[in-house]
């Protein structure tokens, strides 16, 4: 079967990992437009989670790590970024040629523009506002192989000088080539924080300036029903995040620690 997806007109980039980039098949980065640098990735209970600041446009950045092409289905939020459905793996995606790093800066809204990411409350985020916000505050990117043509093989028949006739050439089908073997990766666990500090508003993505990002439309047939690897980003403000455990809140300076005057060491 044939998948419509999107094949983003982009520059190609040599980029060795990153501190703040996630993934196996391909680097998933969340970098933050106004400050200009990748946001550091925070691992806890299993989840990865970056810092976002309200007002913040952002991207999300794809490098493709293998030498074939691959589809990168992009989620927001719970949202397609393409298609602006409700997010599902079998959806429309960006098609990335071998080694190629893509940033998507936005909503996409028509083949040349896009509405930018960027940082919001809860309440005013896309998904909310389109009355999707039970899944705010995450990025999802469901990456696909690309199905491989069958190759011909040619059976040139017997040697000649051995006294056998010359036989015409046969060819026949060899068969699609086997997967690599890569394990389907899991969806991150949903654990619950032991952590009782009261949170503040929940941070989402909003629907942003219109800007140019070109694009056209290709097609892709996936290698497996299901995605080879998935990878999820959360994010959230500062504060909440000290509040989840994530982030170990900073200790305060206290000015009466003891009460005597100690000998000097």
């Not at 793996?89 to 809204?109: E, F, M, S």
Request: glycine share 10%; aromatic share 8%.
């Amino acid at each position: 079967m044939q998948w419509k997806a999107v094949a983003a007109v982009s520059i190609l980039w040599a980029l060795a990992g990153a501190a703040g980039a996630v993934g196996n098949m391909a680097e998933v980065t969340v970098y933050d437009r106004v400050e200009n640098r990748a946001l550091p990735l925070l691992r806890h209970a299993g989840r990865y989670y970056v810092v976002g600041k309200p007002g913040n446009e952002y991207q999300v950045r794809v490098r493709n790590r293998t030498g074939a092409e691959i589809l990168a289905v992009l989620s927001v939020d719970g949202v397609n970024a393409v298609s602006g459905e409700t997010a599902s793996w079998r959806q429309a995606g960006y098609v990335l040629a071998p080694h190629q790093t893509l940033d998507v800066k936005g909503w996409r809204k028509s083949l040349p523009r896009v509405a930018a990411f960027f940082f919001t409350e809860h309440h005013t985020s896309y998904a909310a506002r389109t009355g999707r916000p039970e899944n705010v505050g995450v990025i999802g990117v469901a990456l696909y192989r690309k199905k491989r043509e069958p190759e011909t093989s040619i059976d040139p028949g017997p040697r000649r000088g051995h006294g056998a006739p010359a036989a015409e050439d046969g060819a026949g089908d060899a068969g699609s080539a086997g997967r690599s073997g890569a394990a389907e990766s899991a969806a991150p666990r949903h654990a619950p924080s032991p952590y009782p500090a009261e949170r503040g508003a929940a941070l989402g993505t909003g629907h942003g300036r219109s800007e140019t990002s070109h694009a056209r439309y290709t097609a892709f047939e996936r290698a497996t029903a299901h995605p080879e690897e998935l990878i999820a980003i959360h994010y959230d403000t500062y504060p909440n995040l000290v509040a989840l455990g994530v982030i170990r809140a900073p200790r305060v300076a206290t000015p009466f620690p003891g009460q005597f005057v100690p000998d000097p060491k």
